[in-house]
């Protein structure tokens, strides 16, 4: 499976960015997605996540209520929608794909979100 990630960008505080990830290679139908982040001078964290099974998504605290998580079967594409940004979500964003290992065992490039003050 490769994965492309795109739609980063630098925004204002309070805007809203769609992040994409377009897999080719192999359909997404079996794999968990995901999206991190990691932030200049900081470690790989985990952003969210949907279950390839039920759809059933899972967020880390910070971004609850302003990150949403979806995918696009058709289009074997998965989205991150991000809204309400603030500054501390300025980092580059990872998508990633979990198989049956339980490995998150494919990544994608990284795109920028930069939300300024």
């Known amino acids: 499976v490769q994965l492309q990630a795109s739609g980063g960008g630098v925004v204002q505080a309070g805007d809203s960015l769609r992040l994409s990830c377009a897999a080719s290679?192999?359909?997404?139908?079996?794999?968990?997605m995901g999206w991190f982040r990691q932030a200049p001078g900081k470690e790989r964290e985990f952003v969210a996540k949907?279950?390839?099974?039920?759809?059933?998504?899972t967020y880390v605290d910070s971004v609850k209520g302003r990150f949403t998580i979806s995918k696009d079967s058709a289009k074997n594409t998965v989205y991150l929608q991000m809204d309400n940004l603030k500054p501390e979500d300025t980092a580059v964003y990872y998508c990633?794909?979990?198989?049956?290992?339980?490995?998150?065992?494919?990544w994608g490039q990284g795109t920028q979100v930069t939300v300024s003050s």
């Open positions: 990633a794909a979990q198989g049956f290992s339980g490995e998150w065992s494919y």
């Open positions: 290679g192999r359909a997404l139908n079996t794999y968990n």
């Open positions: 949907m279950l390839w099974r039920t759809r059933s998504t």
